[in-house]
């Protein structure tokens, strides 16, 4: 699983081509709205990732990037801990890991 940090239409790029390559995508945004500019791009994009498996999580902020670790916070300050798997040129791939103290994700 990849998660993709930012849901803009850069993270909807991203999520898009790393789907293309197979992966089990997650786009993490910290605000409520999923691609939240109107623009002709953005309806595209939305279309495009309808049409597959992404998972689009809101509402969750990055707070620490650790040596093979990412924090996430969801308004209320629950915490998300991903593990890190691999880091290539702009992508930044997380493998997500999921303990009893991980936030419940909707």
Avoid: P, W
Wanted: charged share 20%; net charge neutral.
């Amino acid at each position: 699983t990849v998660a993709v940090i930012g849901g803009g239409i850069t993270g909807a790029e991203t999520a898009l081509e790393l789907k293309a390559e197979g992966k089990k995508v997650i786009i993490v945004e910290m605000t409520d709205h999923f691609l939240a500019q109107k623009s002709n791009a953005c309806q595209a994009y939305s279309i495009a990732i309808s049409q597959t498996d992404i998972e689009i999580k809101t509402g969750l902020r990055l707070i620490e990037v650790g040596d093979h670790t990412i924090v996430l916070t969801d308004r209320y300050g629950k915490i998300c801990k991903y593990l890190m798997l691999v880091m290539l040129n702009v992508y930044v791939k997380f493998l997500m890991l999921y303990t009893k103290d991980t936030l419940q994700l909707n």
